[in-house]
C-alpha cells in the first residue's frame, strides 16, 4: 500500500500543502489523472506503461518501467520539484535515472539543453527511450559525480531510482548480503565498479562550454551535500540555481538563497537569480 512508502514517509508528507497542489495539478498535466494518480499514490496498474504528460512543448510520452518512476514523474511534473523562475537554458544534471528529470526540462524550452550524468547500465537504455527525438539538445555521459574522481563501487537495485555511491546506503547494505556483482533485470540489489568524475572537473568542461549554467540538478541518493559543497567557490559563482534532493533543510551554501519543497531544496544564486515573481512562471506547466 501507499506504493512502498514507509509509514514515517507518509506521516511526513500528510501536512505538506505542495503535495495537495501537485495531486490537483495531475488534472491539467497527465492526460489521464486518475490513472495517474493512482499510479503515484498506490503503484497499481500493470509496467512498463507509456504515460501522456502535457508540456509547454506539447503532448510527450514518458515510459514508467515500475511503479517508483510514477513517483518520479509526479515529483517532476505534477509536484514540480525541479521547477524554477524562468526555463533553464544550460542544465547539468547529476543523477538522470530514466531520463524523466531531463525531459521535463528539455520541455520547459525549445532551446534548452542537458548534460546528463547516468552511471546505472539498468537506466541507459530507459533514459535514450524516454528522450526519443530530444538527441541534438542533451549529451548522456555514462559515469557518476562525486566530489572527487576516480573508480568507486556503486550500489544498484532493479528499479534504477535509488543506486548510489553512499557505502552507508540501504542499497548497499541489501546488495552486499546478494554479493551480485553483475546486474540483471529483475535481480536483487548489486554492487558494480563505476568511473566518476569529479564535480569540479566536470563543471569546469561545461563552463568551458556554455560560460555559465543556470541549472545544477544533483540526485545522487545520499551524497548530494558532500558533492554541492565540494563545489570550488569560483565555480559555484558561475551556477545560477541548484536544486538537490535533501530531507535535511538546514542545508545551506554561502552566497545562495535556499528555498525548501517536500525533500528538494532549491539554491538560487543572489548574484545570477533570474529575475520575476514567485517560484516559476506562467511558461511551466
Known sequence: MFNGRSRWLVARNLLRYENYLALARTIRVCERPVAAARRYLFGSGAYPVAMGI?????????????????????EIFCREDYRTRRPAEIVVDLGSNTGLSALYFLTRSS?????????DPRNIARLRANLLGFEARYTLHE??????????????EPTGRYGTLDESS?????????????????SAPCIIQVNVDGVNE????MLDRYGSIDLLKVDTEGTEVDIIRAVEPGIRSRIAQIVIESFDHTVSLPGF??????????????????AGPGRGNSDNL
Request: glycine residues 8%; proline residues 7%.
Open 54 to 74: 502535457r508540456t509547454p512543448l506539447g503532448m510527450q510520452r514518458a515510459t514508467l518501467f515500475g511503479p517508483h518512476d510514477a513517483v518520479t514523474a509526479h
Open 111 to 119: 532551446t534548452a539543453v542537458c548534460e546528463l550524468y547516468e552511471p
Open 143 to 156: 559515469s557518476a559525480v562525486g566530489s572527487i574522481g576516480g573508480v568507486a563501487p556503486f550500489a544498484t
Open 170 to 186: 540501504w542499497v548497499f547494505e541489501n546488495a552486499r548480503k546478494t554479493r551480485s556483482t553483475a546486474p540483471m533485470e529483475d
Open 202 to 205: 566536470v563543471l569546469g568542461v
Open 257 to 274: 538563497d535556499a528555498r525548501n519543497s517536500c525533500d528538494t531544496i532549491m539554491l538560487v544564486n543572489q548574484e545570477l537569480e533570474p
